[in-house]
């Protein structure tokens, strides 16, 4: 099928008239670029780096007349004459028609690499096979090959660029695309907020393709604050993921509800009369007695309210909650989850925005482990690729808690509930890979008068925010601004406010 392809992009004149539009065969050349259509026989390699070579030097296409001139002078070049002659045969195609050819040439190599590498693995698990030098043979072996055969095909599918010639004319003028695009597209660029003022004034929001690792000692609010984040960017209207790793969907799902009856906005509404008379009961549902089933029938109602308000309300962003049921998931497995999410979203016309992962650390890894530090380091250099490429390049952003020794920990109480990168040591790529690093401190005279400590250790495109107490009503699992106490945390709209010139 690779002759209908490369007949669209050159051009055979008729009667000394070019059959297809110069335009329109430039933008085939563009579609046929970015399809990942690969050309695996070596007189199609041939064929296509003479085509590119010359649109380099000319910036046109060369026609069909001067590549067969230029192959018959070649010597060697005789399986690519073969291959114009039967270029020569099909009719050409532009536009949605030609693009429509790319993709259906596309999914049948794509069909084919699959088909091969589950051949291979099959091999590998039943009678062995030589890898390179490598003798690979049995079931686990099989599949940490075809891990790695897939991740090759998916590879070949990346629409993102990962190299370019800067000065290039055209990749400054795709950079002023890009930017008049950001300019009149500035929703697309809104980051998403904590909810905590002294955060987001500062940071301006998660932005694409971010990792903000939230780093505490063992409960001291890690999931609290992931889990608050979430709610915030659900409400806001961003489409999110979270993989819980330590708890069950049923508990994340409940810990979400209570959460929604925290929230002042929702409840006193005017344009939601009929909630008016919750708000006496804001603030009061407290998680524990969901679990155990033991609300006053006032409570009650007003829990079951606020799942129908989440259930009802269209602004509202999806989420998906997922409890691996594997022994081990990887960063991989979170990779596949996040691409079927995002196909089901797509249905809706909706992409996934935004990923929470409670927590790294409880994520395993493929083939032998080389020891936890190690495996952790390349956890998160998996998890900070996966938000760069995530799904052609589309990306994400996300949170993650992680874990903080006893010793950094004791090291904090002597300090005021000030941590140091150095505390994070276990892992050298939180500091390099995290685009957001923070931390939690409660001490014990902290966890009664619910309030935590938080500051910031890193944040890669903005000035560090100043340490400050935000307060917390542990039982509904709620965090906010310590100034808005006697009102609870009225939720900060995002979009709203870029709308308002915020």
Same mark, same amino acid.
């Given at each position: 099928?690779?002759?209908?392809?490369?007949?669209?992009?050159?051009?055979?004149?008729?009667?000394?008239?070019?059959?297809?539009?110069?335009?329109?065969?430039?933008?085939?050349?563009?579609?046929?670029?970015?399809?990942?259509?690969?050309?695996?026989?070596?007189?199609?390699?041939?064929?296509?780096? &003479?085509?590119?070579?010359?649109?380099?030097?000319?910036?046109?296409?060369?026609?069909?007349?001067?590549?067969?001139?230029?192959?018959?002078?070649?010597?060697?070049?005789?399986?690519?004459?073969?291959?114009?002659?039967?270029?020569?045969?099909?009719?050409?195609?532009?536009?949605?028609?030609?693009?429509?050819?790319?993709?259906?040439?596309?999914?049948? =190599?794509?069909?084919?690499?699959?088909?091969?590498?589950?051949? #291979?693995?099959?091999?590998?698990?039943?009678?062995? &096979?030589?890898?390179?030098?490598?003798?690979?043979?049995?079931?686990?072996?099989?599949?940490?090959?075809?891990?790695? @055969?897939?991740?090759?095909?998916?590879? +070949?599918?990346?629409?993102?660029?990962?190299?370019?010639?800067?000065?290039?004319?055209?990749?400054?003028?795709?950079?002023?695309?890009?930017?008049?695009?950001?300019?009149?597209?500035?929703? #697309?660029?809104?980051?998403?907020?904590?909810?905590?003022?002294?955060?987001?004034?500062?940071?301006?929001?998660?932005?694409?393709?971010?990792?903000?690792?939230?780093?505490?000692?063992?409960?001291?609010? @890690?999931?609290?604050?992931?889990?608050?984040?979430?709610? =915030?960017?659900?409400?806001?209207?961003?489409?999110?993921?979270?993989?819980?790793?330590?708890?069950?969907?049923?508990?994340?799902?409940?810990?979400? /509800?209570?959460?929604?009856?925290?929230?002042?906005?929702?409840?006193?509404?005017?344009?939601?009369?009929?909630?008016? +008379?919750?708000?006496? /009961?804001?603030? =009061?549902?407290?998680?524990?007695?969901? $679990?155990?089933?033991?609300?006053?029938?006032?409570?009650?109602?007003?829990?079951?309210?606020?799942?129908?308000?989440?259930?009802?309300?269209?602004?509202?962003?999806?989420?998906?909650?997922?409890?691996?049921?594997?022994?081990?998931?990887?960063?991989?497995?979170?990779?596949?989850?996040?691409?079927?999410?995002?196909?089901?979203?797509?249905?809706?016309?909706?992409?996934?925005?935004?990923?929470?992962?409670?927590?790294? $650390?409880?994520?395993?890894?493929?083939?032998?482990?080389?020891?936890?530090?190690?495996?952790?380091?390349?956890?998160?250099?998996?998890?900070? $690729?996966?938000?760069?490429?995530?799904?052609?390049?589309?990306?994400?952003?996300?949170?993650?808690?992680?874990?903080? +020794?006893? #010793?950094?920990?004791?090291?904090?109480?002597?300090?005021?509930?000030?941590?140091?990168?150095?505390?994070?040591?276990?892992?050298?790529?939180?500091?390099?890979?995290?685009?957001?690093?923070?931390?939690?401190?409660?001490?014990?005279?902290?966890?009664?008068?619910?309030?935590?400590?938080?500051?910031?250790?890193?944040?890669?495109?903005?000035?560090?925010?100043?340490?400050?107490?935000?307060?917390?009503?542990?039982?509904?699992? &709620?965090?906010?601004?310590?100034?808005?106490?006697?009102?609870?945390?009225?939720?900060?709209?995002?979009?709203?406010?870029?709308?308002?010139?915020?």
């Amino acid at each position: 099928m690779l002759e209908r392809a490369f007949r669209s992009i050159i051009d055979i004149p008729l009667n000394g008239r070019m059959t297809i539009d110069k335009e329109e065969l430039l933008e085939n050349f563009r579609s046929f670029q970015k399809s990942h259509v690969r050309c695996e026989e070596e007189a199609y390699k041939k064929l296509y780096y &003479r085509i590119l070579d010359h649109f380099k030097r000319y910036v046109e296409l060369p026609c069909f007349d001067l590549l067969k001139e230029h192959f018959s002078n070649e010597p060697g070049c005789e399986d690519v004459l073969v291959t114009l002659e039967g270029i020569e045969a099909e009719k050409p195609y532009i536009g949605g028609n030609y693009k429509s050819i790319l993709k259906e040439i596309k999914s049948k =190599q794509d069909l084919e690499s699959l088909q091969e590498a589950l051949n #291979e693995a099959n091999e590998i698990a039943i009678k062995g &096979r030589k890898v390179g030098k490598t003798q690979m043979k049995g079931v686990e072996q099989a599949i940490d090959y075809f891990s790695i @055969k897939s991740k090759e095909i998916r590879a +070949k599918n990346m629409d993102f660029k990962t190299e370019l010639q800067a000065l290039d004319s055209r990749e400054i003028q795709e950079a002023k695309d890009r930017y008049d695009h950001r300019k009149n597209n500035q929703i #697309e660029s809104l980051g998403i907020y904590t909810g905590l003022e002294q955060i987001d004034k500062s940071l301006n929001g998660l932005k694409h393709t971010e990792l903000m690792i939230v780093a505490a000692y063992t409960a001291q609010g @890690k999931t609290t604050f992931s889990i608050n984040m979430l709610y =915030q960017a659900v409400l806001c209207g961003w489409n999110s993921a979270l993989f819980t790793l330590e708890m069950t969907v049923e508990e994340m799902q409940d810990m979400l /509800y209570v959460l929604h009856t925290t929230n002042y906005e929702v409840w006193g509404d005017p344009a939601k009369p009929h909630y008016q +008379k919750y708000l006496q /009961y804001v603030g =009061q549902v407290e998680y524990n007695d969901v $679990r155990e089933g033991r609300l006053t029938p006032e409570l009650e109602e007003f829990y079951k309210a606020a799942m129908d308000d989440l259930d009802s309300e269209e602004e509202y962003g999806r989420l998906y909650i997922v409890q691996p049921s594997e022994k081990t998931f990887t960063v991989d497995d979170i990779n596949i989850k996040c691409l079927e999410i995002n196909s089901d979203l797509k249905t809706k016309d909706k992409v996934l925005e935004f990923c929470v992962i409670d927590y790294l $650390r409880l994520l395993g890894v493929p083939g032998k482990s080389q020891g936890e530090r190690e495996d952790l380091n390349q956890k998160i250099i998996g998890i900070k $690729r996966l938000f760069l490429t995530f799904n052609n390049g589309q990306g994400l952003r996300g949170v993650s808690p992680h874990q903080i +020794k006893r #010793e950094g920990y004791v090291r904090a109480m002597a300090n005021g509930g000030f941590y140091m990168l150095s505390d994070l040591s276990d892992s050298s790529e939180i500091e390099k890979s995290g685009d957001v690093v923070i931390t939690l401190f409660m001490d014990d005279a902290m966890r009664k008068s619910g309030l935590f400590k938080i500051c910031n250790l890193k944040a890669r495109r903005n000035d560090l925010f100043d340490p400050f107490e935000a307060c917390a009503n542990l039982a509904a699992k &709620r965090i906010y601004t310590r100034a808005d106490i006697k009102k609870s945390d009225l939720i900060l709209d995002s979009k709203t406010t870029l709308e308002l010139g915020g």
